[in-house]
């Protein structure tokens, strides 16, 4: 069974880091894409950065850019979101999912989802 498992979320001041994990079992990330996407309270999920099974990365959230980077560990079976100079608007939980190949920002494009992980940036 394919399973995702988000962690390292928690509460963090303004300007601080975070670097969440997204592990799989059940399956090899080797030949899928997995995209980090979060959602606020009372907002839509949206997509943050996404890692294609070749390594590429799309970034699908303006505001994330230069702060934000996504890595993956084959090895560990493991993707990473790490997370820099955070904001209080970053404030959401934080999904990871899985679909074959290639990247897309289109959330209902990917079939396989963890259970979240929240985080807050707050003084």
């Known amino acids: 069974q394919l399973q995702l498992v988000e962690s390292g979320g928690g509460l963090v001041q303004p300007g601080g880091s975070l670097r969440l994990s997204c592990a799989a079992s059940?399956?090899?990330?080797?030949?899928?894409?997995i995209g980090w996407f979060r959602q606020a309270p009372g907002k839509e999920r949206e997509g943050v950065l996404c890692?294609?099974?070749?390594?590429?990365?799309?970034n699908y959230a303006d505001s994330v850019k230069g702060r934000f980077t996504i890595s993956r560990d084959n090895a560990k079976n493991t993707v990473y979101l790490q997370m820099n100079s955070l904001k209080p608007e970053d404030t959401a939980v934080y999904y990871c999912?899985?679909?074959?190949?290639?990247?897309?920002?289109?959330?209902?494009?990917?079939?396989?989802w963890g259970q979240g992980t929240q985080v807050t940036v707050s003084s």
């Open positions: 890692i294609s099974s070749s390594g590429g990365s799309a």
């Open positions: 059940g399956f090899t990330l080797d030949y899928y894409a």
């Open positions: 999912a899985a679909r074959v190949l290639l990247c897309d920002y289109d959330v209902a494009r990917f079939g396989s």
